[in-house]
T-cell receptor, first 113, second 111 residues
Framework: DTEVTQTPKHLVMGMTNKKSLKCEQH?????MYWYKQKAKKPPELMFV???????INESVPSRFSPECPNSSLLNLHLHALQPEDSALYLC????????????FGPGTRLTVL | AQRVTQPEKLLSVFKGAPVELKCNYS??????LFWYVQYSRQRLQLLLR??SRESIKGFTADLNKGETSFHLKKPFAQEEDSAMYYC?????????????FGTGTQLKVEL
């Protein structure tokens, strides 16, 4: 399996809801990433996990809570989001060693009402 | 500060014409640069990286450290090249390694 999968494809939530995004890969990659991508904009890094430990948090608001329960899974827990958080959320994975290609998932399209 | 600049939001060329997508970077360390491509309704994927010096789908890119550029070129554009292209810089930080993307150039190849 050489793909990164993300579920759900689409998610609509209210500002008081709690929801989670899920990302999975079976390529043996030990680095996993969350990005946020607004329409017609580049992906913006949110979090990096290396060997299941959070290594980079790009000053993301606490209403976004990442979790890496094992080497194949990455979750993003969402709570009390704002309408401006509506975006495409991309997951990626790579080998940990420096400067490796990142493999991207198809993304979850999130709409916050 | 580290930065990747793609000056053209949209580049429109005719089929068979040469293509050059510009990318300039600012980085104090030794740069590692990539081109990623996003076709319509498809996921973001790596097109090429400077260190491999290979040609993918007829595209090439040469790192010019003097001009701090990594322009993407193709001698003859094809219709299937229409896509969003992102230049990306690999940055080493205390917490780990990360990619910083340019703002992207939408390439439109017209018949």
């Amino acid at each position: 399996d050489t793909e990164v999968t993300q579920t759900p494809k689409h998610l609509v939530m209210g500002m008081t809801n709690k929801k989670s995004l899920k990302c999975e890969q079976h390529m043996g990659h030990r680095a996993m990433y969350w990005y946020k991508q607004k329409a017609k904009k580049p992906p913006e890094l949110m979090f990096v996990y290396s060997y299941e430990k959070l290594s980079i948090n790009e000053s993301v608001p606490s209403r976004f809570s990442p979790e890496c329960p094992n080497s194949s899974l990455l979750n993003l827990h969402l709570h009390a989001l704002q309408p401006e958080d509506s975006a495409l959320y991309l997951c990626a994975s790579s080998q940990v060693s420096e400067r490796n290609e990142q493999f991207f998932g198809p993304g979850t399209r999130l709409t916050v009402l | 500060a580290q930065r990747v600049t793609q000056p053209e939001k949209l580049l429109s060329v005719f089929k068979g014409a040469p293509v050059e997508l510009k990318c300039n970077y600012s980085y104090s360390g030794s740069p590692e640069l990539f081109w990623y491509v996003q076709y319509s309704r498809q996921r973001l994927q790596l097109l090429l990286r400077h260190i491999s010096r290979e040609s993918i789908k007829g595209f090439t890119a040469d790192l010019n450290k003097g001009e701090t550029s990594f322009h993407l070129k193709k001698p003859f554009a094809q219709e299937e090249d229409s896509a969003m292209y992102y230049c990306a810089l690999y940055i080493l930080t205390g917490g780990g390694n990360k990619l910083t993307f340019g703002t992207g150039t939408q390439l439109k190849v017209e018949l």
